[in-house]
């Protein structure tokens, strides 16, 4: 028996929005619990952090959706609610979610105070015209200051200040009253029940026995279980093998309506056919023009992947292939390395990116890996007048045309006491103060100007260190500059090996340079020969080590005689060292790659 559709006025769709660690999951599960969607049995801590990496590491790294049951004002209400990420590597899983929806739910830690992702998703959230509720969370805890962060919010993003929630996640207070402000404050969806079907493909996975499953949000229309269905970027045609909803629990339903989420079975096999953002309609009375979609995010990291056997190439394509789907902001192509073999070069948003997606292959795929130096896209202005991206310093035309780096505007909130110490460590990293002022009496908002390579690699835990794990940044491209920019190339017994070389400024090459050449000394295991380290810009060697060789005692045998018998041997180990020094190779271990990605200060 078909169920009769949801009207659109008892429908609320919603993200949850914060800074990392102020509570979104927490909060999450209080309303499963408080509208019945989880049994007692099945409760657990972050209950839609289902990933294994999510709940090792304390965070979100998917935005995860459920839908919800609540009863206000003697009427049934139905709440679709999104859990997003907090890590600025994320920010994207946020945008997406909040495409999806009508409203935001923003929660702010009483004690911590509005952060600088708080407020890059607020702002998120303004661009497309979200209406939101603002909530104070873990008021419980001594440390807590409601007074001072509603302060904050008031003089920052503008919110009402009687009209901010004061709630704890971890012990239900004032949850059930921000339920009802939901229903209340938030407004419904406006889709066309009648029109042709719309629907938003907000998120896609692929599953070994059901194919590619997309996460949909119906704009326009219904989409039922068995309709033959097509995907308009794709020009690709299915019938939806099955439809439904995440109650938590993936629960199959008749069909969904406009204004709903949920999830709809293609069974595609081919994974490039269902991409976020593209737009799901029927074959049979298609809809006139596709949404919007999602602007594609821009990588600012790049790094090789490659597999530690050859023979797993093609594993680790399509591995890529399949966590590409789930994950839009991954980008990758095939890349060839003398000293790797076959492989990828892959882009990410940030090195928390990087790390998730490299776990994620080894966990869920099995995949042994060897990752190269990462390194952030650089711009070729060429001799033309034309304009080239440079993804790897082995991409590096000689002579070098003129290069610029990209330069980003970074937020950054700190405590006042710690003003004076990330100040400085900015100004280290070629930083270019444009404002400065005080959020409270104790909380400073520096906005600085950074060069992007200075910003991606380190500068979180540094900063983390300088100011006692209480600052906190957001950051966004601004502009191209040309920049003093030279490449290091590092050659092993005269032999460049392109896969160490990197790009630096020219004031800071020699340094790092030297840097590289010691921890390949240590890396490296000593031969029957020496071993010369070097590092160089263009023919001009800038730093040198040696390994030393391995030496052995070819007069053990000799017994008395005449001394010149011992120098004969010992000149003819020498001619031998000579001779393999020329025709030998040195084999370079996959830790010594590993050792160049740490950059010590």
């Not at 952090?49 to 009427?75: P, Y």
Request: with cysteine; hydrophobic share 45%.
């Amino acid at each position: 028996m078909m169920r009769e559709p949801v009207r659109q006025k008892h429908i609320r769709n919603f993200a949850i929005i914060a800074h990392i660690d102020h509570g979104k999951s927490t909060l999450a599960d209080r309303f499963l619990e408080l509208c019945g969607a989880v049994e007692a049995r099945d409760r657990r801590a972050q209950r839609l952090d289902s990933m294994e990496l999510e709940r090792e590491r304390g965070i979100t790294i998917k935005a995860q959706t459920a839908r919800l049951q609540w009863s206000a004002n003697g009427e049934d209400y139905v709440l679709n609610l999104l859990d997003t990420p907090g890590h600025v590597d994320f920010a994207y899983e946020v945008s997406r979610s909040l495409a999806a929806c009508e409203a935001a739910l923003v929660i702010v830690d009483a004690a911590q105070g509005v952060e600088a992702q708080t407020l890059a998703n607020i702002y998120a959230a303004l661009e497309q015209d979200l209406e939101m509720i603002a909530a104070l969370n873990k008021t419980d805890l001594p440390a807590a200051e409601p007074e001072r962060v509603r302060g904050e919010l008031v003089d920052t993003v503008g919110f009402d200040r009687d009209a901010v929630f004061e709630i704890s996640a971890k012990t239900g207070q004032g949850v059930a009253a921000l339920l009802d402000a939901v229903v209340a404050r938030l407004p419904p969806p406006d889709g066309k029940a009648d029109a042709p079907l719309r629907a938003l493909i907000v998120d896609s996975w692929y599953d070994s026995f059901l194919g590619v499953v997309i996460l949909v949000r119906v704009m326009d229309g219904d989409v039922r279980r068995g309709e033959r269905l097509r995907l308009l970027a794709a020009g690709a045609d299915f019938d939806a093998a099955e439809v439904g909803h995440f109650t938590p629990r993936a629960t199959s339903a008749d069909a969904l309506h406009a204004g709903e989420i949920g999830y709809v079975v293609t069974g595609l096999r081919r994974i490039e056919d269902a991409r976020i953002g593209d737009t799901l309609t029927r074959r049979s009375f298609p809809c006139e023009a596709a949404l919007a979609g999602f602007e594609q995010p821009k990588p600012v990291v790049f790094c090789g992947l490659f597999p530690a056997s050859a023979d797993d190439y093609a594993k680790l394509r399509a591995a890529l292939q399949k966590l590409a789907l789930n994950d839009a902001s991954l980008d990758f192509e095939p890349e060839d390395s003398p000293a790797l073999g076959f492989g990828f070069r892959a882009g990410f948003l940030g090195l928390l990116h990087l790390e998730v997606v490299v776990a994620r292959l080894e966990r869920e795929f099995g995949m042994e890996l060897v990752t190269t130096a990462p390194s952030v896209v650089h711009r070729l202005r060429l001799r033309d007048g034309g304009i080239s991206l440079l993804h790897s310093p082995a991409e590096m035309p000689d002579p070098p045309p003129v290069i610029e780096e990209p330069w980003v505007q970074m937020t950054l909130f700190t405590p006042k006491e710690c003003l004076g110490a990330v100040i400085t460590l900015c100004q280290e990293r070629r930083g270019e103060q444009v404002d400065l002022s005080f959020a409270s009496e104790t909380r400073a908002i520096l906005v600085y100007r950074l060069p992007l390579h200075e910003t991606v690699f380190d500068f979180h835990d540094r900063l983390k260190s300088v100011s006692g794990g209480l600052a906190s940044y957001d950051y966004r491209f601004e502009e191209w500059r040309e920049g003093d920019l030279v490449k290091v190339s590092i050659l092993v017994n005269g032999d460049p090996v392109e896969a160490l070389s990197f790009i630096s400024e020219r004031s800071r090459a020699e340094a790092r340079g030297r840097q590289v050449c010691l921890k390949l000394k240590e890396e490296i295991p000593r031969q029957l020969y020496k071993v010369a380290l070097q590092a160089a810009i263009g023919g001009k060697v800038i730093a040198r080590e040696t390994v030393s060789a391995l030496r052995k005692d070819v007069t053990a045998k000799c017994y008395g005689g005449d001394v010149t018998r011992k120098r004969k041997l010992l000149e003819k180990q020498k001619e031998g060292k000579k001779r393999m020094r020329r025709v030998g190779e040195v084999e370079i271990p996959h830790s010594a790659f590993l050792a160049v990605l740490k950059r010590d200060d």
